[in-house]
């Protein structure tokens, strides 16, 4: 597959290291030949010097040909102009990153895709959603939702409250049990277990379930004395909070705190319908926290463009007892530091938008892709097409590749979980966890076949 990203920054460089794993032909371009130094020789890529917005560097970039147009520089224009430039020489999809929140109207839609711009990519409104999804379950690290929520996989850090510790997990998750574990984090290794492998105290394990039985993992991980959040805290205010100020659920209270004087002015505009507190200072500043009533606070969001600050503001948090606290971490080399401190939630809004733009990759039909940042995973929603592979066999004898597990389906809207017996029909709504993103490697499963190989 040909692929061009136009815009080496923090999305593009990501989404290349990404691609470069599976040997795609992917060629990065910028007009800033500093971005792309050494990124051809560490990572299986070409790199190219030039504009996404001229027609002879798309041209030499091999547009002409491409699968996938990426736009991806700090300026949306930019990237619309790109996107629409790279359908005329050729390129067969596009996808453009905005800021304006205007345009992902569903109205909107085939107006954009009449100017060849196939699909719109806007970072903070994604992880707008993630930190939200946080927030109603304030034991739960990470949630994903399939069908609204029919199906849903849980992330979870266990604790010596957990009652399923130590434990077979064949002994646990049976083919009538409510729920089944895809995958565990201990230390530094990913596990996709098996039957025997045990939970154990500092785990990080995430559990696919439907939604019903939500109450009982959380008794069954001991969760059941987390106060749901009701008051929350977010320091920063830059367009992640502002999108999260104006999704968040109405029984939620949040003050944010921003410390540039012009930018409070602004989100008071940005914010007025909202019942939001806007507050000018230091959300690092232990005295203004608790004049704040930290104290009084079941979450603490820290969302500002510097993911040291934003490790130290949950740190003081967590100090002055907040137990829900979730961080913007956009330095990847900062993630595993930021577990190992035990921050709570961590949001990183390159991988979020890498995941999305990834999906258009895929030839079958797939959404609601997310990358798992602390197992290096990847879960998708995939829907069997009629007489697919996925199709004809059990789930047990469908010879799936190593580090892959079907963890549930919704059916005609209902969820349920999957075991090596089931079978599952053209229609489906399929769950799909994939270790080390091999997710090229599992849509042959649920494309269209007019016989089986």
Request: aromatic share 6%.
């Given at each position: 597959?040909k692929?061009v990203?136009?815009?080496a920054?923090?999305?593009?460089?990501?989404?290349?290291?990404?691609?470069?794993?599976?040997h795609?032909?992917?060629?990065?371009?910028?007009?800033?030949?500093?971005r792309l130094e050494?990124l051809?020789?560490?990572?299986?890529?070409?790199?190219m010097q030039?504009?996404?917005t001229?027609?002879?560097?798309?041209?030499?970039?091999g547009?002409?040909?491409?699968?996938?147009?990426v736009?991806?520089?700090p300026?949306e224009?930019?990237?619309?102009?790109?996107?629409?430039?790279a359908?005329?020489?050729?390129?067969?999809?596009?996808?453009a990153?905005i800021?304006?929140?205007?345009?992902?109207?569903p109205k909107?839609?085939?107006?954009?895709e009449k100017?060849g711009?196939d699909s719109?990519?806007?970072?903070?409104v994604?992880?707008?959603a993630d930190?939200i999804?946080a927030l109603?379950?304030?034991?739960?690290?990470q949630?994903?939702?399939?069908h609204g929520?029919a199906?849903?996989m849980?992330?979870?850090?266990?604790?010596?409250?957990?009652?399923?510790?130590?434990?077979?997990i064949?002994?646990?998750?049976?083919?009538?049990?409510?729920?089944h574990i895809?995958?565990l984090?201990?230390?530094?290794?990913?596990?996709?277990?098996?039957?025997?492998?045990e939970?154990?105290n500092?785990?990080?394990?995430?559990?696919?379930?439907?939604?019903?039985?939500?109450?009982?993992?959380?008794?069954?991980?001991?969760?059941?004395?987390?106060?749901?959040?009701?008051?929350c805290?977010?320091?920063?205010g830059?367009?992640?909070?502002?999108?999260?100020?104006?999704?968040?659920p109405?029984?939620?209270?949040v003050?944010i705190?921003e410390?540039?004087?012009?930018?409070?002015?602004?989100?008071?505009?940005?914010?007025?319908?909202?019942?939001c507190?806007v507050?000018?200072g230091?959300?690092r500043?232990?005295?203004?926290?608790?004049e704040?009533?930290?104290?009084?606070?079941?979450?603490?969001?820290a969302?500002?463009?510097?993911?040291?600050?934003?490790?130290?503001a949950c740190?003081?948090?967590k100090?002055l007892?907040?137990?829900?606290?979730?961080?913007?971490?956009?330095?990847l080399d900062?993630?595993?530091?930021a577990e190992g401190?035990?921050i709570g939630?961590?949001?990183?809004k390159k991988?979020?938008?890498a995941?999305?733009?990834?999906?258009?990759?895929?030839?079958?039909?797939v959404?609601?892709?997310r990358?798992?940042?602390?197992?290096d995973?990847?879960v998708?929603e995939?829907?069997?097409?009629?007489?697919s592979p996925?199709?004809k066999?059990?789930?047990k004898?469908?010879?799936?590749p190593?580090?892959?597990?079907?963890g549930?389906?919704v059916?005609?809207?209902?969820?349920?979980?999957v075991?090596?017996?089931s079978?599952?029909q053209?229609g489906?709504s399929?769950?799909?966890?994939?270790?080390?993103?091999?997710?090229?490697?599992?849509?042959?499963?649920?494309?269209?076949?007019h016989f089986?190989?």
């Amino acid at each position: 597959m040909k692929i061009v990203i136009g815009g080496a920054g923090a999305v593009g460089k990501h989404l290349a290291k990404l691609l470069s794993k599976e040997h795609q032909d992917c060629t990065l371009m910028d007009e800033d030949g500093s971005r792309l130094e050494g990124l051809d020789s560490d990572y299986d890529i070409m790199t190219m010097q030039g504009s996404p917005t001229s027609i002879k560097d798309l041209e030499a970039a091999g547009v002409k040909n491409a699968d996938l147009f990426v736009g991806v520089t700090p300026d949306e224009s930019r990237n619309m102009n790109a996107c629409i430039i790279a359908h005329g020489i050729g390129a067969k999809k596009t996808v453009a990153r905005i800021d304006n929140y205007e345009y992902l109207d569903p109205k909107l839609k085939p107006f954009f895709e009449k100017l060849g711009i196939d699909s719109l990519i806007y970072p903070e409104v994604l992880a707008a959603a993630d930190i939200i999804n946080a927030l109603k379950l304030s034991w739960v690290r990470q949630r994903w939702d399939v069908h609204g929520g029919a199906l849903v996989m849980l992330g979870i850090k266990l604790r010596e409250t957990c009652e399923i510790l130590n434990q077979p997990i064949k002994l646990l998750c049976g083919p009538d049990d409510p729920y089944h574990i895809v995958a565990l984090k201990r230390g530094g290794e990913t596990i996709i277990p098996g039957g025997n492998d045990e939970l154990l105290n500092g785990d990080f394990a995430y559990f696919m379930t439907t939604k019903e039985y939500i109450p009982y993992i959380r008794k069954l991980v001991g969760k059941e004395h987390y106060a749901d959040v009701k008051n929350c805290i977010i320091m920063g205010g830059g367009k992640a909070t502002v999108r999260v100020a104006l999704t968040i659920p109405d029984y939620m209270n949040v003050k944010i705190i921003e410390q540039d004087e012009k930018r409070c002015e602004k989100l008071n505009t940005l914010l007025c319908d909202t019942d939001c507190m806007v507050i000018h200072g230091d959300g690092r500043d232990l005295g203004l926290l608790v004049e704040e009533g930290i104290r009084n606070t079941q979450a603490f969001v820290a969302l500002t463009d510097n993911a040291e600050a934003n490790i130290l503001a949950c740190l003081t948090a967590k100090r002055l007892g907040v137990r829900k606290t979730i961080a913007l971490v956009e330095n990847l080399d900062y993630v595993s530091m930021a577990e190992g401190l035990d921050i709570g939630t961590i949001i990183n809004k390159k991988t979020i938008a890498a995941s999305h733009i990834y999906q258009m990759m895929l030839d079958a039909d797939v959404s609601n892709m997310r990358s798992l940042m602390l197992v290096d995973s990847d879960v998708a929603e995939f829907t069997a097409a009629e007489n697919s592979p996925v199709t004809k066999k059990a789930v047990k004898d469908l010879g799936l590749p190593f580090g892959v597990a079907i963890g549930g389906l919704v059916r005609d809207g209902h969820g349920m979980l999957v075991n090596g017996n089931s079978r599952i029909q053209a229609g489906d709504s399929v769950m799909v966890f994939s270790h080390e993103h091999d997710m090229k490697k599992v849509e042959k499963y649920f494309k269209q076949y007019h016989f089986f190989l």
